[in-house]
């Protein structure tokens, strides 16, 4: 526990320092071919705009790489990047034979920590690739978000916000990083009770350009409409219970009984596949 929290542990400004400080600590910058650079296998971040690359690119081109990358030894002539992936790729695109690096010791877990930190304070993250940064720190460097707070410098809310989208499902998740939706539509149906009207309401988001405000507003309604249904059902009576238990143990499958208050009610039968269902239909037959 102690080891995965070591690098962290010595705050964001260990990890994240300036230019002048790597100089003294690793004796200047070092030029290294960009064939000897392998990518860093804990990369957080997924999405590289290929125009936003282009554009570095050019400017690279013309000034040079302003500020070095930074990358740990793995063997002979051989280099895996720690931070400055966009850096990297970019003096790729220029045809650039070799970048400035700065030399850090690390080990994985180092590795990860410093590769998460880093990529979290970046103003060009999408909000989910910041969600998996943080769910990563929390669940392989074993940090409680208290801890992880202390040590990114933002709020708990903050972090507890953010891991929420994760709950999301994969349709609106993708939604947001494409920006399609804001954070503020993501987090407004995050209070949507089931997948299914959450991506009903996400498409209607799409097709009829709802505002946040529309969006919290339609959900505060549905919540309402929920709880009011909530509230009209009634406790099943032992008879009631005795019903359902017999149809499980005589259809074998799942039985929900639901009885409002207003003496209206549901009998549901479920099954899980298609042969479930066509034993179904021949035990309700008597076939």
Do not use: W
């Amino acid at each position: 526990m102690s080891t995965k929290k070591s690098v962290l542990g010595r705050g964001l400004e260990a990890l994240i320092e300036d230019a002048n400080t790597q100089r003294n600590e690793f004796s200047g910058v070092n030029k290294i071919s960009v064939v000897v650079i392998e990518n860093n296998p804990f990369q957080p971040r997924t999405n590289f705009n290929e125009d936003s690359l282009n554009e570095l690119a050019e400017s690279i081109k013309a000034l040079g790489i302003i500020q070095p990358i930074t990358v740990r030894k793995i063997d002979d002539n051989k280099y895996q990047l720690i931070s400055g992936e966009r850096r990297l790729r970019a003096a790729k695109i220029a045809g650039l034979k070799d970048v400035p690096a700065f030399i850090r010791d690390a080990d994985d877990n180092g590795m990860l920590e410093m590769s998460l930190v880093e990529n979290i304070q970046r103003e060009d993250l999408d909000p989910i690739e910041i969600a998996i940064s943080y769910n990563r720190l929390i669940e392989e460097c074993e940090l409680t978000q208290e801890e992880l707070s202390e040590r990114v410098g933002k709020q708990r809310t903050t972090i507890t916000n953010f891991l929420r989208l994760l709950k999301l499902p994969p349709e609106i998740q993708l939604g947001l990083r494409q920006q399609k939706i804001s954070v503020g539509h993501a987090r407004a149906l995050i209070n949507v009770d089931d997948a299914e009207t959450q991506i009903m309401l996400y498409h209607q988001i799409l097709r009829y350009d709802f505002s946040v405000r529309k969006v919290e507003d339609i959900v505060r309604e549905l919540s309402i409409a929920n709880n009011k249904q909530i509230s009209k059902r009634t406790k099943l009576t032992s008879e009631l219970k005795q019903l359902r238990d017999k149809l499980i143990k005589q259809y074998n499958c799942k039985v929900d009984i639901k009885k409002l208050s207003d003496g209206k009610g549901k009998i549901t039968l479920s099954v899980k596949s298609e042969d479930d269902f066509n034993n179904l239909i021949n035990k309700l037959f008597n076939k």
